[in-house]
């Protein structure tokens, strides 16, 4: 099954691409969630009609996250957990803590933007990597330290 790509889907290609999928993953993943459309002739016509206005808007995405990315570079977030002798937490530090501090830190970026495979689970100076785009990324220092 041939779709066009409405959005960026990791490990398949990026938003206008036109791929050649098996037919279930077509069916039953890209087209309910809106991510790709089924390449039909008039499909392909009004997408390629559309090419310039989308590589602009992209272009400008990419300008304002790559100047984000470096005001992201480098934040420093300290966090106050309870943890035992060892230094292991009782909690953990996720995804969710990091994203409100960075966002009160004046800071709106995405959940998915963050890569953290498991909740930080240990005391000490860990290194995080925000990635906006495949292209455009940043890292934060997140420090965890044993709240008495």
Known sequence: MKVILKTDVEAL?????????????GRNFLLPRKLALPATLAAL???????QKRAKELA????RLKELA????????SFSRQAGAEGKLFGSVGKSDILKSLKSCGYAVAKDALVLEQSIK??????VEVRL???????????VVARE
């Not at 470096?70 to 977030?77: A, E, F, T, Y």
Request: glycine share 18%.
């Open 13 to 25: 290609g990026r938003a206008g691409d036109v791929k050649d999928v098996a037919d279930g993953f």
């Open 133 to 143: 785009l495949p292209e455009v990324g940043a890292k934060i220092k997140v420090t």
């Open 70 to 77: 470096g005001k992201i570079n480098g934040v420093s977030l």
């Open 122 to 127: 240990q005391v000490g100076d860990h290194e």
């Open 60 to 63: 400008g995405k990419q300008e």
């Open 45 to 51: 016509k009004v997408w390629e009609r559309g090419k």
